[in-house]
């Protein structure tokens, strides 16, 4: 079995947190990102607290416990680290978070409608139709028991007024559901400029699980 790299795994999520950037999903200090520590039942890496991304090392991102002590690191986790516990506790499947707070995925999470299945990646890769959390604040544990109810076993949510949360069996997959919701809630506004009955697909109904 390969051991797991630490340093390597820093690498990864700046580089990610860097591309959320990139790509239009994040500004300022907002979003987080977070990976459950393989072979610890009880460690996991998170960026820290109000740190810009550009401005960011992989020493700077830190590792907590479930209950969102810092373990190791030069910073405080980030604000929402009880989010991301609440889903570790309850995603056994899960072992990367990506939040995010890109404009049309808020755009729906402001209307207060689901992100519907106008791509078939974005179905795939969410496993349906990306549910609205209605708004709470978003620094405790309370929220993220209820965002994990309304997420349930699909692999998106949006924080109504706030912001787009993707898991995934690794950070890649977390961060690709990320990009695919979005691209599907811009596509899904324009459709519905257009007509408000868009065809939409259903994951139940595609009958397969891998990206095309």
């Given at each position: 079995?390969?051991?797991?790299?630490l340093?390597?795994?820093?690498?990864d999520?700046?580089?990610?947190c860097?591309?959320?950037?990139?790509?239009g999903?994040?500004?300022?200090?907002?979003?987080?990102?977070?990976v459950?520590?393989?072979g610890?039942?009880?460690?996991?890496?998170?960026?820290?607290t109000?740190?810009?991304?550009?401005?960011?090392t992989?020493?700077?991102?830190?590792?907590?416990?479930?209950?969102?002590?810092?373990i190791?690191?030069?910073?405080e986790p980030?604000?929402?680290?009880?989010?991301?516990?609440?889903?570790?506790?309850?995603?056994?499947?899960?072992?990367?978070?990506?939040?995010t707070e890109?404009?049309?995925?808020?755009?729906?999470?402001?209307?207060g409608e689901p992100?519907?299945?106008?791509?078939?990646?974005?179905?795939i890769?969410?496993?349906?139709?990306?549910?609205?959390?209605?708004?709470?604040?978003?620094?405790?544990?309370a929220f993220?028991?209820?965002?994990c109810d309304?997420?349930?076993?699909?692999?998106?949510v949006?924080?109504?007024?706030?912001?787009?949360?993707t898991?995934?069996?690794?950070?890649?997959?977390?961060?690709?559901?990320?990009?695919?919701?979005?691209?599907?809630a811009?596509?899904?506004?324009?459709?519905?400029?257009?007509?408000?009955?868009?065809?939409?697909?259903e994951?139940d109904?595609?009958?397969?699980t891998?990206a095309?």
């Amino acid at each position: 079995m390969t051991s797991f790299d630490l340093a390597a795994a820093k690498r990864d999520i700046l580089d990610y947190c860097l591309r959320s950037m990139e790509y239009g999903l994040n500004f300022n200090t907002q979003g987080n990102i977070s990976v459950r520590i393989p072979g610890e039942d009880d460690r996991f890496l998170i960026t820290p607290t109000d740190l810009e991304y550009d401005k960011m090392t992989p020493e700077d991102i830190v590792v907590v416990d479930s209950e969102s002590r810092l373990i190791e690191g030069p910073h405080e986790p980030s604000s929402e680290v009880t989010v991301h516990m609440a889903i570790y506790r309850r995603r056994p499947d899960v072992n990367a978070i990506v939040h995010t707070e890109p404009i049309y995925s808020n755009v729906w999470g402001v209307i207060g409608e689901p992100i519907t299945g106008t791509l078939v990646n974005m179905v795939i890769y969410s496993k349906g139709d990306v549910p609205i959390m209605p708004f709470e604040l978003s620094n405790n544990t309370a929220f993220g028991d209820h965002m994990c109810d309304t997420m349930g076993d699909l692999n998106a949510v949006v924080w109504a007024n706030h912001g787009l949360l993707t898991v995934g069996e690794n950070l890649r997959d977390a961060f690709k559901t990320s990009v695919a919701v979005e691209s599907a809630a811009k596509v899904l506004l324009h459709a519905r400029a257009v007509t408000d009955k868009p065809i939409v697909l259903e994951y139940d109904k595609l009958g397969i699980t891998s990206a095309l």
